[in-house]
């Protein structure tokens, strides 16, 4: 390898280092919120994410104390065999095992010369005898936390046993209408889509219209009504909020669909005229002036040439606007509020005041993020293009 190679090796570390690092600092979370999201609640409560990575809770404090003795699998003696049930039970909680192990084995102390262990390594031990005697079945991973969430069980991790001999409680039906118990996200889900989809598609059509006029049909004061537009970009939504709300009281439009519609695409549409309108002005003049020779109208112009030519905006705008929907919480507190809950509003609503069901926030954190994903990279391709949209021109 050349000298002046390893010199532009050298020179791009730094580059390659930072960008690294900034990778891991937003997929170390991310990762380990998505393993806390699939373990079991008593696995989150008692330890770490981190711990999947190493050997069961309590392995390594029996290596130390017990497996000299009864073996690394515990079968070693048969009348203390700790893979059997009936004599794991005898010893239930770290107390009765401390208690246990202070006594004197043939008139020898029962560890010999190893240290007694403390009392939460004697927990630890307690609870890896129940795991490798079967008292206590607990998997490492599981769709529980999905399922709790998405019907709104509240932690509820025995359904599935319940529903099978029938033991049924009164918030689980073993059916599909759980999915629209007002506890959980299945209805809220629903909700988020009545709401993102139609603010998402009516101000793209109408920045499409409004980005054509403004850039291929002359008319008096076209290029002031565009500075207001683009203007309007800088007023702040929240002050809009109460004079709307007191608007909308009037129309009989507070916690209906159609007024936060109405409320999103209005606010949406100055960004998106903005985009547009660059996009579809940096097209070629010789493309529309040929059609418009042909005897093309400006109806056939805008949905024969326009529209196929600005896909990579239109994708471009539906993520902008998409991903500001799905995420919006404040508009959706005030114009709906907890008639009909969006995911951001319900996602609020499951850990209770006294800080129960926090675990279920993890994976609600991941069901409220996997439609937006699908659309992001669905449409990645076309992000960059519409993000340089009229930035060169040619």
Partial sequence: MSVERIKKILGHLPTHIVLIGLCAIWLIPAFGLLITSLRPFQNINTSGW?????????????????????????????WADHTDPEVVQQYPRSIKLLAMLKQDHKGQPHLGDIPMPEPQQAADIADYLKRISGIEVRPRFTLNNYVDALMGYRGRNNYVT??????????????TSDLLNP???????????????????LPIILAS???????WIHFRSRVWLFALLVGLQIVPLQMTLIPISRLYAQLGLNGTFLGIWLFHTGF?????????RNFLGSLPRDLFESAYLDGASHWTAFW?????????????????QFLWIWNDLLVA????????????????????????????????AFISMALPMIVFFSLQRYFVRGMLAGAVKG
Wanted: aromatic share 10%; proline share 5%.
């Fill in 333 to 364: 507190l005030v114009f709906l509020g907890g008639q009909k809950p969006v995911l951001t509003y319900q996602i609020s609503n499951m850990v209770s005041s006294l800080g129960a069901g926090w675990h279920l926030l993890t994976a609600a």
């Fill in 209 to 215: 219209f409004a980005g054509y006029a403004f850039s």
């Fill in 162 to 175: 319940d529903c099978a001999t029938g033991e049924q409680a009164l918030d689980l039906n073993c059916d």
């Fill in 304 to 320: 024969r040439l326009a529209l196929p030519l600005s896909v990579p905006a239109l994708a471009s705008l539906g993520i902008f």
């Fill in 50 to 78: 981190w711990t999947v990575l190493a050997a069961p809770r309590g392995s390594e404090e029996y290596s130390q104390t017990c497996a000299s003795c009864h073996g690394s699998d515990g079968k070693a003696i048969a």
């Fill in 268 to 276: 949406g549409l100055p960004y998106a005229i903005y985009l547009m």
């Fill in 183 to 201: 506890r959980g996200m299945g209805r809220a889900f629903l909700n988020s889509l009545l709401v993102a989809i139609p603010c998402t598609i």
